[in-house]
T-cell receptor, first 114, second 112 residues
Framework: DVKVTQSSRYLVKRTGEKVFLECVQD?????MFWYRQDPGLGLRLIYF???????EKGDIPEGYSVSREKKERFSLILESASTNQTSMYLCASSLWDSRNQPQHFGDGTRLSIL | AQTVTQSQPEMSVQEAETVTLSCTYD???????LFWYKQPPSRQMILVIRQEAYKQQNATENRFSVNFQKAAKSFSLKISDSQLGDTAMYFC?????????FGAGTRLTVKP
C-alpha cells in the first residue's frame, strides 16, 4: 500500500514564525500536492509538484511556498505564519497522470497559529 | 475554472438503508475524471469510487455506485445497505493533471 507520511499530526505556532510541514511518500509517485481543508470549503489546492524541483501554484498559494528537493519529499512552508492559516493541511501523491489516478493522502496536520 | 458543488452539508441514514449524496460540477473540458473520497472521523482520506467521463456506464464498487449524468454535469453517489463504518465526510472531486477540485463535503452519519 502507498504510504504518505506527514511529519506532525498537530502543530501549534506563533504569528510571524516560519513554519515547515513535511510530507514523504514511499511509492515513487511523480506528483505531490498540498491542500488545506476548512469546514464548508472542502479541500483547496495550495501547490503541487510534478517532478523534483518543479512546482506549480494551485488555487490559494498566497502566503505559502514549497520545496521538492527529492522525489519522495514535498515540504510546505509558511514564510510568516498568520492566524488565518490555522487549518488542516493535507498532503497527497499520485502517479504521473493525476487525472485518472487516485490521490493518496496523508493523515493531515492540524496547524494552529496563535 | 472548474467548480464542484455538494449541496448537502449533512445527511443521516439508518443502518442497512440506502442513501444518495449529490454532486454537481462545472467544466468546459470533455475528457475528465470524477472521484468520490471518504474521510472517516480522525482518519485518512481514501478513494471510494472513480468515473471516467467518456464512459457511459456508471461505476460500481460493491455497495457504492454512481449516477453519472454528463449532460447535466451531475455525479451522485449511492450507498446501499449502509453500515456504521460508512459514517464519514464524503468529498466529490474533479481531477485535473494539476490537482483536484473538491466539493465542500457531505457529512454522513449512519444510525444504528
Amino acid at each position: 500500500d502507498v504510504k504518505v507520511t506527514q511529519s506532525s499530526r498537530y502543530l501549534v505556532k506563533r504569528t510571524g514564525e516560519k513554519v515547515f510541514l513535511e510530507c514523504v511518500q514511499d511509492m515513487d509517485h511523480e506528483n505531490m500536492f498540498w491542500y488545506r481543508q476548512d469546514p464548508g470549503l472542502g479541500l483547496r489546492l495550495i501547490y503541487f509538484s510534478y517532478d523534483v524541483k518543479m512546482k506549480e501554484k494551485g488555487d490559494i498559494p498566497e502566503g505559502y511556498s514549497v520545496s521538492r528537493e527529492k522525489k519522495e519529499r514535498f515540504s510546505l512552508i509558511l514564510e510568516s505564519a498568520s492566524t488565518n492559516q490555522t487549518s488542516m493541511y493535507l498532503c497527497a501523491s499520485s502517479l504521473w497522470d493525476s487525472r485518472n489516478q487516485p490521490q493518496h493522502f496523508g493523515d493531515g496536520t492540524r496547524l494552529s497559529i496563535l | 475554472a472548474q467548480t464542484v458543488t455538494q449541496s448537502q452539508p449533512e445527511m443521516s441514514v439508518q443502518e442497512a438503508e440506502t442513501v444518495t449524496l449529490s454532486c454537481t460540477y462545472d467544466t468546459s473540458e470533455n475528457n475528465y475524471y470524477l472521484f468520490w473520497y471518504k474521510q472517516p472521523p480522525s482518519r485518512q482520506m481514501i478513494l471510494v469510487i472513480r468515473q471516467e467521463a467518456y464512459k457511459q456506464q456508471n461505476a460500481t464498487e460493491n455497495r457504492f455506485s454512481v449516477n453519472f449524468q454528463k449532460a447535466a454535469k451531475s455525479f451522485s453517489l449511492k450507498i446501499s445497505d449502509s453500515q456504521l463504518g460508512d459514517t464519514a465526510m464524503y468529498f466529490c472531486a474533479f481531477m485535473k493533471q494539476a490537482g483536484g477540485r473538491f466539493g465542500a463535503g457531505t457529512r454522513l452519519t449512519v444510525k444504528p
